[in-house]
């Protein structure tokens, strides 16, 4: 009879929703992909962004209730200075507590947007810090206690890009700290300009989340029979599905974030031609990457480049390299997704009337130019004229002080998030080894705050070369281990003396506590006061 209970009980939520879910059609024109306006901070560094409620229409004539950033769904495209301070002025609008984290950022614990000190509805905050690591396609999203995954899924989510337009010198290397992202060396002026760079016009970003909707247009929370999380058979794309984007130019660099709660990519050009990978979650690599296809779990991103044929192109999303998952169904896997068509302006009924290839990198000549020797298969992005040698990017320190951090069953090293409780103790002045060893057999993956680390194996293999650079968050496959060379910037401005967290970025895992908490030259005692003070203990 227990059993009987226990599964009206599970079915009670979806009683009492009574449409059903369903898959977004794709209409034949497909939908212009929208571009998030720039969010650029004043001459004093200022910015504001307002956390609230919105409404939507995936489904056609049908309203679904959304959050976003000043708008309906999603959130402006911020767009920071390495060395230039910022001042952050955010409201929540929402009648949900929040925050708002700079995910792959190194930021301050105060500035962090962690659980500990959350913006009540109706409330304004103000958060100052100087961003100061290389340029990146980072992005942000509420980090409340528990409740991440819920209003990630209802639109909270925008791309943060971070600059070095004017080539900032790195921070200077203080004494005896480790080698972090904060003493890295930016790209050179010149391979700024030379890649593209036009916000919106070839320099384009892509927001990628599945979702599951009921004919009601009710957004839905995780599969009740989904190991992983949240996995929707609807995919959009700037907020858009069926998204399409038209263009004049030969090149482009498309900047992928996954914001998908549970759902890996496997991204590829439907043509077969390559994608050139340029930055991975911290930057830009040391030099371009070209890849078949490049999968992403969510919370990572790259930075692509691509060249568009007339007849156009679409960017397609099959089989991610998920390792050896005992289920490979079952975490979504087998699933395929059109995320993104790219057409040419002009060429076809897509076209505007103003058709023009001059804004191609070799002007009309881009695909056939003076690089190609014959016609036949795709072109690499060098021939184009780009950069070969993007940034110097230092040699990780593979003995540091090692750490290790087994994921299994939603818990951390046997252990779910303590509010109370702190996990590790680091050192701004100490490199460390962390092993992320996932017992499960099925996906995790996992993320650090304020830190931009690196892969320095993943089970006794070298990473490939896309994922050698800076990185944030990693897939970890199951039974295997990864092992990465951490180091954590000071922030001597810092005096709230809360801790970080590191967890894994599958978002129902998150919210069900597997995390941990840790800090950067701050004692535990210090920490748990700090936590104390906030109400946590
Ligand atoms: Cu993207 Cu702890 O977060
Ligand atoms: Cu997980």
């Given at each position: 009879a227990g059993g009987v209970l226990l599964s009206i009980a599970a079915l009670a939520p979806v009683l009492a929703s009574c449409s059903r879910e369903t898959e977004v059609p794709v209409t034949d024109a497909g939908a212009p992909l929208p571009i998030p306006p720039l969010l650029e901070p004043d001459a004093d560094g200022r910015f504001t962004l307002t956390a609230g409620r919105g409404t939507m229409e995936f489904i056609p004539g049908v309203t679904t209730d959304t959050w976003g950033y000043d708008g309906d769904y999603l959130g402006p495209t911020i767009r920071m200075q390495r060395g230039r301070p910022v001042e952050a002025v955010i409201t929540n609008d929402t009648d949900e507590e929040t925050t708002v984290h700079w995910h792959g950022m190194l930021v301050p614990a105060h500035a962090d947007g962690g659980p500990h000190d959350p913006i009540r509805p109706g409330e304004t905050r103000t958060v100052a810090f100087t961003p100061d690591q290389p340029a990146a396609t980072l992005w942000y999203h509420p980090h409340p206690h528990e409740a991440t995954a819920q209003q990630v899924r209802r639109g909270l989510t925008g791309m943060l890009i971070l600059d070095d337009a004017d080539a900032h010198p790195p921070g200077t290397v203080s004494g005896d700290s480790a080698p972090s992202a904060a003493e890295a060396p930016s790209p050179s002026a010149e391979v700024l300009a030379a890649l593209p760079h036009e916000y919106g016009v070839d320099d384009i970003p892509v927001v990628i989340q599945d979702m599951r909707i009921t004919e009601d247009g009710e957004l839905?929370?995780?599969?009740?029979?989904?190991e992983v999380g949240l996995l929707g058979r609807t995919v959009v794309t700037n907020g858009v599905v069926g998204a399409v984007h038209t263009t004049d130019r030969r090149v482009l660099r498309l900047r992928l974030l996954n914001?998908?709660?549970?759902r890996s990519y496997g991204l590829r050009l439907d043509t077969g031609a390559p994608l050139t990978v340029i930055g991975s979650d911290g930057g830009l690599l040391?030099?371009?990457?070209?890849?078949?296809?490049?999968?992403?779990?969510?919370?990572?991103?790259?930075?692509?480049?691509?060249?568009?044929?007339?007849?156009g192109v679409a960017l397609v999303s099959s089989e991610p390299d998920l390792g050896n998952v005992a289920d490979y169904e079952a975490v979504g896997g087998e699933d395929e997704f059109t995320i993104l068509h790219l057409e040419h302006a002009g060429s076809g009924e897509a076209?505007?009337?103003?058709?023009?290839?001059?804004?191609?990198?070799?002007?009309?000549?881009?695909?056939n130019g003076p690089g190609r020797a014959n016609g036949s298969g795709p072109s690499s992005i060098v021939?184009?004229?780009?950069?070969?040698?993007?940034?110097?990017?230092?040699?990780?320190?593979?003995?540091?002080?090692?750490r290790q951090m087994t994921l299994r069953g939603r818990q951390i090293n046997g252990r779910s998030m303590d509010m109370g409780r702190i996990d590790l103790v680091s050192s701004s002045h100490q490199p460390e080894?962390?092993?992320?060893?996932?017992?499960d057999s099925s996906p995790h993956n996992f993320h650090i705050h304020n830190a931009q680390f690196r892969i320095l194996d993943i089970s006794g293999e070298p990473p490939p070369p896309e994922m050698a650079g800076w990185k944030d968050?990693?897939?970890?496959?199951?039974?295997?281990?990864?092992?990465?060379?951490?180091?954590?910037?000071?922030?001597?401005?810092d005096h709230s003396q809360l801790p970080y967290m590191h967890h894994c970025h599958l978002m129902l895992h998150e919210d069900d506590g597997m995390m941990g908490h840790f800090t950067v030259d701050v004692s535990e005692q210090e920490a748990l006061d700090a936590l104390q003070r906030t109400g946590h203990e």
């Open positions: 839905l929370g995780h599969n009740f029979t989904s914001g998908s709660q549970a040391p030099e371009p990457v070209e890849v078949e296809s490049i999968s992403l779990s969510p919370a990572e991103r790259a930075e692509v480049l691509l060249e568009v044929p007339d007849e076209g505007s009337a103003a058709s023009s290839d001059s804004g191609g990198l070799n002007g009309s000549g881009g695909l021939d184009l004229g780009l950069p070969a040698q993007l940034v110097e990017i230092p040699e990780p320190v593979s003995d540091g002080r090692e080894v962390w092993q992320v060893s996932n017992l968050t990693i897939y970890t496959p199951p039974q295997r281990d990864v092992r990465i060379a951490v180091a954590f910037p000071a922030h001597a401005d």
